[in-house]
């Protein structure tokens, strides 16, 4: 069984560059395939949720779904 001593060591400055640079970080193998599935079955699902409700931008779709009726 591996154990935290078994991970291999990344840098610091590495995701600081990263996050600083792009602001994206990708670390393989991170999350196992079937969560991120579901997370971006998730997200996708959202996205077609609001994509037609009336407003102008993001913002207003994320207020529109946050005060929607939960039923």
């Not at 995701?15 to 393989?28: D, K, N, Q, V």
């Not at 407003?55 to 009726?69: I, K, N, P, Y």
């Amino acid at each position: 069984m591996a154990s935290a001593f078994d991970a291999p060591a990344y840098e610091a400055a590495d995701f600081m560059g990263g996050l600083y640079g792009a602001g994206i970080i990708g670390l393989p193998s991170a999350f196992a395939p079937r969560f991120a599935d579901g997370l971006r079955a998730g997200i996708m699902g959202i996205f077609a949720e609001v994509k037609d409700l009336p407003g102008r931008g993001s913002a207003a779709r994320a207020l529109a779904l946050v005060c929607r009726d939960p039923a």
